[in-house]
């Protein structure tokens, strides 16, 4: 009995509401089989994953190659985190890839003034430029994250085959899910009974 779990299923993992750069980590690129859902795996998936994310409008104009750079950046961001949770020394290309994304589009906005409301601020990025966007906000957020109070707490869910990342919002949490929490006691059980037999 293989019980696979859907990656599209599971609701977010504690601190990607608040993390944009934990939910890039968690929306896939690891795994094997339905465990290998890439939340990103074409250029629909990865408008759809932004815009509701809040990282791009819904016009965003992603190509195949826009695509493929933000999935190689998630490997970067995966490697960061990894160092940060298991405090070890991160590949000096993976903070620079953060580096470089910080850069890539400033997160500036433009003053507008609009009949009726006023003043508004408008973020001057064009549609093509979305990818560009995306992850230079991520980035910001990566930077924010390992350097605050939340870095304490990140690390990777302990259910064998779920390469997500939480933070631990309390001591006793070491799942992303009450579905991975499910997995591990449902198979320490399984192991208890075959043991006795
Ligand atoms: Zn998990």
């Not at 795994?31 to 998936?45: C, I, K, S």
């Not at 960061?80 to 470089?100: G, K, M, Q």
Request: contains cysteine; neutral net charge; hydrophobic residues 45%.
């Amino acid at each position: 009995m293989t019980r696979t779990m859907r990656l599209a299923d599971l609701p977010p993992a504690p601190g990607e509401e608040t993390h944009a750069s934990l939910a890039l980590a968690n929306s896939g690129g690891w795994g094997a089989g339905a465990e290998a859902v890439d939340l990103l795996g074409d250029p629909r998936r990865t408008t759809d994953w932004m815009v509701a994310r809040g990282l791009a409008a819904p016009d965003a104009d992603v190509q195949e190659y826009c695509s493929n750079r933000l999935r190689d950046f998630r490997g970067s961001v995966r490697e960061v985190f990894d160092a940060a949770a298991t405090h070890e020394r991160p590949p000096a290309s993976a903070i620079d890839a953060v580096n470089a994304a910080m850069k890539l589009a400033p997160a500036v906005e433009c003053l507008v003034w609009s009949e009726p409301e006023g003043f508004l601020s408008v973020p001057a990025h064009p549609a093509t430029q979305a990818v560009e966007y995306a992850m230079s906000a991520v980035a910001a957020d990566v930077l924010a994250l390992l350097t605050g109070e939340d870095t304490a707490v990140l690390a990777r869910c302990a259910a064998p085959s779920c390469g997500r990342f939480l933070l631990r919002t309390h001591a006793r949490r070491h799942w992303c899910s009450t579905r991975c929490g499910d997995r591990v006691r449902a198979a320490r059980a399984y192991a208890r009974r075959a043991g006795r037999e």
